[in-house]
T-cell receptor, first 115, second 109 residues
């Protein structure tokens, strides 16, 4: 079945530093990847949609300069949290699909803690 | 945008019991998925079911698209079934997947 690999699974960083999270589709080509954020005991909130080779589309309220998304190939998307602050601490999950009619497959998530 | 409501929000079962989780949505959809998020945060894709009925072992799901709801059945529940079950839908004209708030299931031994 379709596998999405996300790394790292957890990361602790200091305020002001940047963190990069990778999302890879291992056995299919992902034309579209999505990045979600999840706070404790809440649902997933879509942050942005990225299509290979084009700029990401950010949801309202998500700072594009803070959450940099790059989708340089059909199997890799990255999310960089720039100048991280403690309020950026959260669970970040990526997902990918092969085409618009395909189901969505999720990575295992990255738990970010900013101290 | 589309509204997705899941019920119940919380459910506690004894091992071996059966349960039904419900997902109501406010607009036509061309994609509906059920996910299980385990205590470690991993989202497991259970069903891709925009309409009809599917079964996978102890789990089955039914979506009645014309009436805008989907049901997830869990039979002979096990402690490993514990976690949060999410329903997510995509409207016909859009591409984003909208999640419900989830049902927190706890199965006690």
């Amino acid at each position: 079945g379709a596998v999405v690999s996300q790394h790292p699974s957890w990361v602790i960083c200091k305020s002001g530093t940047s963190v990069k999270i990778e999302c890879r589709s291992l056995d299919f080509q992902a034309t579209t990847m999505f990045w979600y954020r999840q706070f404790p005991k809440q649902s997933l909130m879509l942050m942005a949609t990225s299509n290979e080779g084009s700029k990401a589309t950010y949801e309202q309220g998500v700072e594009k300069d803070k959450f940099l998304i790059n989708h340089a190939s059909l199997t890799l998307s990255t999310l960089t949290v720039t100048s991280a602050h403690p309020e950026d601490s959260s669970f970040y999950i990526c997902s990918a699909r092969e085409d618009s009619n395909s189901p969505l497959h999720f990575g295992n998530g990255t738990r970010l803690t900013v101290t | 945008g589309i509204q997705v409501e899941q019920s119940p929000p919380d459910l506690i079962l004894q091992e071996g019991a059966n349960s039904t989780l419900r997902c109501n949505f406010s607009d036509s959809v061309n994609n509906l998925q059920w996910f299980h998020q385990n205590p470690w945060g991993q989202l497991i894709n259970l069903f891709y079911i925009p309409s009809g009925t599917k079964q996978n072992g102890r789990l089955s799901a039914t979506t009645v698209a014309t009436e805008r709801y989907s049901l997830l059945y869990i039979s002979s529940s096990q402690t490993t079934d514990s976690g949060v079950y999410f329903c997510a839908v995509r409207v016909t004209s859009g591409s984003r997947l909208t999640f419900g708030e989830g049902t927190q299931l706890t199965v006690n031994p």
